[in-house]
Nanobody, 123 residues
Framework: QVLLVESGGGMVQAGGSLRLSCAAS????????LGWFRQAPGKDREFVAA????????NYTDSVKGRFTISRDNAKKTVYLQMNSLKPEDTAIYYC????????????????WGQGTQVTVSS
């Protein structure tokens, strides 16, 4: 069982930055691949970024490449999403998720989810 709690969301102007954190509980955190997803009002939840259990492999959706960076600290059982050059279209609830095995981009591939944190980017 893995419990995930996101933090770090808020309101920021376009061009600004935020860093999201996701703290996990559970003894086997270091064996899980982790992902960040987001869901805007009226839209499906979509993949943003993922990182392997070791942190050596990452994957991003095209719209955030070069702006967002996913990282993890297994000793602190925490995954981060550094978001720079934010745009109004990045506005959404951001969720972290965990799965055993390799990186995945599909919502259905993840077993555990946090409650989400709101990110609002004003123009």
């Amino acid at each position: 069982q893995v419990l995930l709690v996101e933090s770090g969301g808020g309101m920021v102007q376009a061009g600004g930055s935020l860093r999201l954190s996701c703290a996990a509980s559970g003894r086997t955190f270091s064996t899980y691949a982790l992902g960040w997803f987001r869901q805007a009002p009226g839209k499906d939840r979509e993949f943003v970024a993922a990182i392997s259990w070791s942190g050596t492999s990452t994957n991003y959706t095209d719209s955030v490449k070069g702006r967002f960076t996913i990282s993890r600290d297994n000793a602190k059982k925490t995954v981060y999403l550094q978001m720079n050059s934010l745009k109004p279209e990045d506005t959404a609830i951001y969720y972290c998720a965990a799965r055993r095995g390799t990186i995945a981009r599909m919502v259905g591939n993840y077993d555990y989810w946090g409650q989400g944190t709101q990110v609002t980017v004003s123009s």
